[in-house]
């Protein structure tokens, strides 16, 4: 049973336009969620966060929107660039926003020059 | 700073074999963890610890144990490696409680191949 789900395995882009991820989950208990950026043979790295009282979080070129009716989430990167190309990791974590998190399969990012 | 440190980096293992994956942080942090990465299946949660002294399982805890015995360091032991057992191992830690800045730190990871 997969809480969390990123149902794009990849995604291509041209450097400088929109980059959108999305992210689907199925607990209504998550109430923190977080995506992380993923290079080969590295360790997962925090890029945004948002807590489920907002709807957006914005940090420089990245924006996470959070749809709780819907149970989705997307981030956005704006513009994107080939530094960006990794898997992104949506993550998920529940009541009292401890450290144990649910992660979505990942999507692969290629921003092509 | 070195935040969260794996070793080793690499290992292979004969089926039947027990090794260790050691974890250290220096951040102070309250909460560890180890997950493994599969193709396609994202990092799945293996065993947790809120403290020393205190540890829980996960999503997919067989296989593995785990102790705490200071907040530093959290080490997990394969006790008879299987091949099911090939995986990227992270170990993560953070403050309990997340936001307002916290955040979950990885270390870099360590590629075990059971053969």
């Known amino acids: 049973d997969q809480q969390v789900k990123q149902n794009s395995p990849s995604l291509s882009v041209q450097e400088g336009r929109i980059s959108i991820l999305n992210c689907d989950y199925t607990n209504s208990m998550f109430d923190y969620f977080l995506w992380y950026k993923k290079y080969p043979a590295e360790g997962p790295t925090f890029l945004i966060s948002i807590s489920s009282i907002k709807d957006k979080n914005e940090d420089g070129r990245f924006t996470v929107f959070l749809n709780k009716s819907a149970k989705h989430l997307s981030l956005h990167i704006v513009p994107s660039q080939p530094g960006d190309s990794a898997v992104y990791f949506c993550?998920?974590?529940?009541?009292?926003?401890?450290?144990?998190?649910?992660f979505g399969q990942g999507t692969t990012l290629q921003v092509k020059p | 700073n070195a935040g969260v440190t794996q070793t080793p980096k690499f290992q292979v293992l004969k089926t039947g074999q027990s090794m260790t994956l050691q974890c250290a942080q220096d951040m102070n942090h309250e909460y560890m963890s180890w997950y493994r990465q599969d193709p396609g299946m994202g990092l799945r949660l293996i065993h947790y610890s809120v403290g020393a002294g205190i540890t829980d399982q996960g999503e997919v805890p067989n296989g593995y144990n785990v102790s705490r015995s200071t907040t530093e360091d959290f080490p997990l032991r394969l006790l008879s490696a299987a091949p099911s057992q090939t995986s990227v191992y992270f170990c993560?830690?953070?403050?309990?409680?997340?936001?307002?800045?916290?955040?979950?730190?990885f270390g870099e990871g360590s590629w075990l191949t059971v053969v």
């Open positions: 993550a998920a974590s529940g009541a009292s926003n401890t450290g144990k998190l649910i």
């Open positions: 993560a830690s953070s403050y309990s409680l997340l936001g307002s800045g916290n955040t979950i730190y």
